[in-house]
T-cell receptor
Framework: NAGVTQTPKFQVLKTGQSMTLQCAQD?????MSWYRQDPGMGLRLIHYSVGAGITDQGEVPNGYNVSRSTTEDFPLRLLSAAPSQTSVYFC????????????FGPGTRLTVL | QKEVEQDPGPLSVPEGAIVSLNCTYS??????FMWYRQYSRKGPELLMY????GNKEDGRFTAQVDKSSKYISLFIRDSQPSDSATYLCAMSAKIGGANSKLTFGKGITLSVRP
């Protein structure tokens, strides 16, 4: 089992560019989530999905889009990157809800210039 | 006031010390409490969870919840250099399902000196 994988590991964007962060899991988990982690802010939920075809907003969804066409994949799209989106992004998956064990990916470090 | 406050740290202790990591919270509806450990440049991993008040022990780790004081703690006995990591508390008012979203503390970085 690879668990939760994320690509790329590092990315530098210019303001206004768009990109997609990839996330995949091979544990057949229904729940998948995207978090961002900023110094002094802890982990904040961006978007989440409770199954293929079902997504919802978290605490900080503005500037991000998600889709879930398969159980395995949950990409995060930055529509028009801004310096405020400089952060470390983590994808996580879990079986039955956020209070079940969440398995986190290794993270994507994004810098927006 | 933030819903979850965590001691800012960083914290540095000698090997073998007893470590106490703490979080306070303001939402009395929280009933499920978790501690995640995050090594440098890695994703968080679940360390322990506790439901409602009381203690839970797992090896050198003890999680304690005092709902009357809205205070949770993680104790590490006989700390080891391998315990050097960032520790995040997290809590939820619901258990299971989409409404069980977690509120995280900011995290505290612990360094255990050999």
């Amino acid at each position: 089992n690879a668990g939760v994988t994320q690509t790329p590991k590092f990315q530098v964007l210019k303001t206004g560019q768009s990109m997609t962060l990839q996330c995949a899991q091979d544990m057949n988990h229904e729940y998948m989530s995207w978090y961002r982690q900023d110094p002094g802010m802890g982990l904040r939920l961006i978007h989440y999905s409770v199954g293929a075809g079902i997504t919802d907003q978290g605490e900080v969804p503005n500037g991000y889009n998600v889709s879930r066409s398969t159980t395995e994949d949950f990409p995060l799209r930055l529509l028009s990157a801004a310096p405020s989106q400089t952060s470390v992004y983590f994808c996580a998956s879990t079986y039955g809800g956020f209070t079940d064990t969440q398995y986190f990916g290794p993270g994507t470090r994004l810098t927006v210039l | 006031q933030k819903e979850v406050e965590q001691d800012p740290g960083p914290l540095s202790v000698p090997e073998g010390a007893i470590v106490s990591l703490n979080c306070t919270y303001s939402n009395s509806a929280f009933q499920y409490f978790m501690w995640y450990r995050q090594y440098s440049r890695k994703g968080p991993e679940l360390l322990m969870y506790t439901y409602s008040s009381g203690n839970k022990e797992d090896g050198r780790f003890t999680a304690q919840v005092d709902k009357s004081s809205k205070y949770i703690s993680l104790f590490i006995r006989d700390s080891q250099p391998s315990d050097s990591a960032t520790y995040l508390c997290a809590m939820s008012a619901k258990i299971g399902g989409a409404n069980s979203k977690l509120t995280f503390g900011k995290g505290i970085t612990l360094s255990v000196r050999p």
